[in-house]
T-cell receptor, first 112, second 113 residues
Framework: KQEVTQIPAALSVPEGENLVLNCSFT??????LQWFRQDPGKGLTSLLL?????REQTSGRLNASLDKSSGRSTLYIAASQPGDSATYLC???????????FGKGTRLHILP | NAGVTQTPKFQVLKTGQSMTLQCAQD?????MSWYRQDPGMGLRLIHY???????DQGEVPNGYNVSRSTTEDFPLRLLSAAPSQTSVYFC????????????FGPGTRLTVT
């Protein structure tokens, strides 16, 4: 059974710092991995999608990497801002069926 | 485009009542899914559909029914509400399935007393 783990569960960093969020998964037979952002009381917004054949994707200050063989992905946020405060979730889509499995998220707080 | 819309935003039910959570998308997406989000449990897949007329179970399907008679709509039915179904429910869609970007609705917060 595919399990997706995100560590740490919560993180506070001062504004301006670069930071890395981690996501690990137990079964490397994935189709792709997505990173999402969720603001309190809101739905999820897709940030980056990495296909299994790709190593990384970039969007603005965000860079996501994927190492399928080791079952790991990282989301790098450069020059963090208070507006980056949110919960970040990763999700993997499985090769064997049409399901998408989510991690429990990392709650990020950027200190002004 | 309105994207993915969900109604109602909030709902309170008594144990044993039934109701339908509505989900609609106007992007002509083939793939639609329902999740529930609970503290400490994360997002869990309830049911999903890869196209009109086709549905399948996710991780936690018990107590819920779905149907997909049109591409646009994917309602979730609670047959006999239980306090364990108190949760936030999200509907999501993508153009063709798991390989594409997922778009989420704003959620329905359900309380069962």
């Amino acid at each position: 059974k595919q399990e997706v783990t995100q560590i740490p569960a919560a993180l506070s960093v001062p504004e301006g710092e670069n930071l890395v969020l981690n996501c690990s998964f137990t079964d490397s037979a994935i189709y792709n991995l997505q990173w999402f952002r969720q603001d309190p009381g809101k739905g999820l917004t897709s940030l980056l999608l990495i296909q299994s054949s790709q190593r990384e994707q970039t969007s603005g200050r965000l860079n996501a990497s994927l190492d399928k063989s080791s079952g790991r992905s990282t989301l790098y946020i450069a020059a963090s801002q208070p507006g980056d405060s949110a919960t970040y979730l990763c999700a993997v889509s499985l090769l064997r069926d049409d399901k998408i499995i989510f991690g429990k998220g990392t709650r990020l707080h950027i200190l002004p | 485009n309105a994207g993915v819309t969900q109604t109602p935003k909030f709902q309170v039910l008594k144990t044993g009542q039934s109701m339908t959570l509505q989900c609609a998308q106007d992007m002509n997406h083939e793939y639609m899914s329902w999740y529930r989000q609970d503290p400490g449990m994360g997002l869990r897949l309830i049911h999903y559909s890869v196209g009109a007329g086709i549905t399948d179970q996710g991780e936690v399907p018990n107590g819920y029914n779905v149907s997909r008679s049109t591409t646009e709509d994917f309602p979730l039915r609670l047959l006999s509400a239980a306090p364990s179904q108190t949760s936030v429910y999200f509907c999501a869609s993508s153009i063709k399935g798991r390989s594409y970007e997922q778009y989420f609705g704003p959620g329905t917060r359900l309380t069962v007393t």
